[in-house]
C-alpha cells in the first residue's frame, strides 16, 4: 500500500546548483504534507510543509510546491550545499498533520563540491 | 533542544523478552506517536495517543505491542515478547503547530 512514493532513490547534485526532490502521493484525503531530513541512526528532522489550500511554501533555500491535481509534490534546494547531503522524506498527513505521517521510500541527496 | 527525548539509545535484547521504550517531551503534549524503521525500508507508523488514549493503529501494532503515559509525562512503548524482525529504529513523536517532531530514536536490537 504505497500511498506516497518517492521515485529516486537517489539525486547526485552539484554544489551550488538546484536540487528537485519529487514525491507522489494517491490519498486525497491527505490535507497535510511534510518533508523530513534524515541522517543515520538519527530521527527525522522537519523541514519544511505545505497546506493542501497552498500551492506553494518557501523557508529560505527551501521551497515544497503542491499540484493537487497530478497528486505530486516537489521540494526545490537553492542553492545546495554539502550540509544539505542526507536522506530526505516526504510524508503525508490528514487533520492538518495531526494523523499518521505516511512516509515515502526516501531519496538520498548527495552534494558534490 | 529536542521537542522529545527518548531513551535508551540502543537497546540489545534476546529474543522473547520484554522491552520498555521511553519518551520524554520537553512540555506538556496531548498527542503522541510511535514509528519504526527496519534498516533500509521507509519509516512506518505504528501508534498515535492522544489524550491518554489510543486513538490510531497499524497493523503491525498488534497484541505484543503495548502504549502507555505512566506518570503523566514519559510516553513508553512496550513490546512484551521481541521478535528477530522487531529489530528496527522506534521513534516516538509529539505534534505543535501542525508539525510532527521526532525524538532521536531508539535502535532496538533483538538477537
Known amino acids: 500500500d504505497q500511498q506516497v512514493k518517492q521515485n529516486s532513490p537517489s539525486l547526485s547534485v552539484q554544489e551550488g546548483r538546484i536540487s528537485i526532490l519529487n514525491c507522489d502521493y494517491t490519498n486525497s484525503m491527505f490535507d497535510y504534507f511534510l518533508w523530513y531530513k534524515k541522517y543515520p541512526a538519527e530521527g527525522p528532522t522537519f523541514l519544511i510543509s505545505?497546506?493542501?489550500?497552498?500551492d506553494k511554501n518557501e523557508d529560505g533555500r527551501f521551497t515544497v510546491f503542491l499540484n493537487k491535481s497530478a497528486k505530486h509534490l516537489s521540494l526545490h534546494i537553492v542553492p545546495s550545499q554539502p550540509g544539505d547531503s542526507a536522506v530526505y522524506f516526504c510524508?503525508?498527513?490528514?487533520?492538518?498533520?495531526?494523523?499518521?505521517?505516511?512516509f515515502g521510500q526516501g531519496t538520498r541527496l548527495t552534494i558534490n563540491p | 533542544e529536542p521537542e522529545v527525548t527518548q531513551t535508551p539509545s540502543h537497546q540489545v535484547t534476546q529474543m522473547g523478552q520484554e522491552v520498555i521504550l521511553r519518551c520524554v517531551p520537553i512540555?506538556?503534549?496531548?498527542?503522541f506517536y510511535w514509528y519504526r524503521q527496519i534498516l533500509g525500508q521507509k519509516v512506518e507508523f505504528l501508534v498515535s495517543?492522544?489524550?491518554?488514549?489510543?486513538?490510531?493503529k497499524s497493523e503491525i501494532f498488534d497484541d505484543q505491542f503495548s502504549v502507555e503515559r505512566p506518570d503523566g509525562s514519559n510516553f513508553t512503548l512496550k513490546i512484551r515478547s521481541t521478535k528477530l524482525e522487531d529489530s528496527a529504529m522506534y521513534f516516538c513523536a509529539t505534534y505543535r503547530g501542525n508539525i510532527q517532531y521526532f525524538g532521536a530514536g531508539t535502535r532496538l536490537s533483538v538477537l
Open positions: 510524508a503525508a498527513s490528514g487533520l492538518q498533520g495531526a494523523q499518521k505521517l505516511v
Open positions: 505545505i497546506s493542501s489550500i497552498k
Open positions: 512540555s506538556n503534549h496531548l498527542y
Open positions: 495517543f492522544y489524550n491518554n488514549e489510543i486513538s490510531e
